[in-house]
């Protein structure tokens, strides 16, 4: 019996899909939305970035109550991600393929609460109830994160490259690609639909604060923290980075393919190395890997986007490993701290979701330093701080988490 029939005997191509639709509903819409905003409407980059903080504060009570709603929905769970599966797919429409009723900062902001909402609604129910499938499948939590990770790198793949291959071949590629996202979030569903149905844990719900109070868990959330937020930064700043630093209009779309296609290829590669040598092990050459390629990029200029191409394979490669092994290691703690699965993966979300807000506060750094849509030359201290900010800030942060990963004690 292949793998591949192994993984459809036990729905794991549902969940693959699943993970693909949550994923492009995630970090392409950081990648897109403010550039697209700033370009179409004249939104400033400054009130932009305001506003996706605020929407992070909002999350700090948002995320922790829909975790302790997930834990209550019971057989109700079905029907309580199919209508946040419809408001996602109606937030992205509204997003990018309806013209803005009101002011657009106005439907910027309510749309992407919309959108953010009902991913973090998703994400939450998504990840509590692949604690109880991991333990009904063989390979347990470290397969079930290959095939769910795999898929939603392979989502955003498609996300990130779908609106630059769409430029020129239809009049409105942002909105095409939104009808394909809800048409997409429509299939998903309907494949996830039986994983709900039957399958509703049963365990007590876990109080907030005795997931806090596990010394691990609270350590893998700090390290999730900082981990992620070099990818989210990197990501705000790419189509930035490629079209000013590079002078390199026209290869946003490929490049991106590169990046996130390398990180859906390898996810399933660190899985095997990890189930061989160890999560910890596997995961620090990564994070090693991850650095190296932010340092060659802070040499980088004008005309260098061949060579950027490499970095974007091989950064790639270690996001794959970030994204598989992180969320299994936090999933096969909560196996034993929270069964129930949702105020623990309430916390993942609102931490993941914070390293958004710390790239949404370089936004108003990067029109501080002369860059802006109108700008027609820019200053070499821009330049300079574009760089610094897509490069530097990462390399950093991410020794930060590879010292906090070393001081960590995991069980394997």
Not at 202 to 208: L, N
Not at 360 to 387: C, F, H, K, Q, W
Request: charged letters at 10%; proline letters at 5%.
């Amino acid at each position: 019996m292949t793998v591949a029939s192994i993984g459809t005997r036990d729905r794991l191509p549902a969940w693959s899909l699943y993970g693909a639709v949550l994923s492009a509903a995630g970090l392409p819409i950081y990648i897109y939305a403010p550039k697209y905003y700033a370009d179409t409407f004249g939104v400033s980059l400054t009130a932009i970035g305001a506003l996706l903080i605020f929407l992070r504060l909002f999350d700090v009570v948002q995320d922790p109550v829909l975790g302790w709603v997930a834990e209550r929905l019971g057989r109700a769970r079905g029907i309580a991600v199919a209508l946040g599966a419809a408001l996602l797919a109606a937030s992205m429409v509204g997003l990018f393929a309806v013209a803005p009723p009101v002011a657009p900062i106005v439907w910027f902001g309510l749309t992407i609460t919309g959108l953010f909402s009902a991913f973090s609604f998703l994400t939450i129910n998504f990840y509590a109830q692949g604690i109880g499938k991991a333990g009904r499948i063989a390979g347990g939590h470290v397969r079930l994160a290959a095939w769910r990770e795999s898929g939603a790198l392979l989502g955003v793949c498609v996300a990130a490259v779908t609106p630059t291959v769409l430029v020129g071949l239809v009049a409105a590629p942002y909105a095409v690609f939104a009808v394909g996202f809800a048409i997409v979030t429509f299939v998903a569903a309907l494949a996830m639909a039986p994983e709900w149905q039957g399958r509703v844990e049963t365990e007590t719900p876990t109080p907030i604060r005795t997931i806090i109070a596990d010394p691990l868990a609270r350590r893998l959330l700090i390290l999730a923290l900082v981990n992620a937020t070099p990818l989210a930064v990197s990501s705000t700043l790419f189509l930035f980075f490629v079209d000013i630093r590079l002078d390199a209009q026209g290869w946003e779309g490929p490049l991106l393919v590169l990046f996130f296609l390398a990180a859906a290829v390898s996810a399933p590669m660190w899985s095997a190395l990890a189930q061989r040598f160890g999560t910890k092990r596997v995961l620090l050459a990564a994070m090693v890997l991850a650095v190296a390629s932010f340092g060659v990029t802070l040499t980088l200029g004008a005309g260098d986007q061949a060579t950027f191409a490499v970095i974007c394979i091989l950064s790639g490669a270690t996001i794959g490993a970030d994204l598989t092994l992180l969320p299994a290691m936090f999933a096969r703690r909560m196996a034993k701290v929270s069964p129930s699965g949702g105020q623990s993966f309430g916390l993942w979300s609102l931490v993941n979701k914070f390293t958004l807000a710390f790239a949404a506060v370089i936004l108003p750094a990067l029109e501080l330093a002369g860059i802006s849509a109108d700008a027609e030359v820019l200053p070499a201290s821009a330049l300079t701080m574009l760089t610094v900010l897509y490069a530097l800030v990462p390399s950093l942060l991410k020794l930060v988490a590879i010292g906090l990963l070393v001081a960590t004690t995991l069980e394997d």
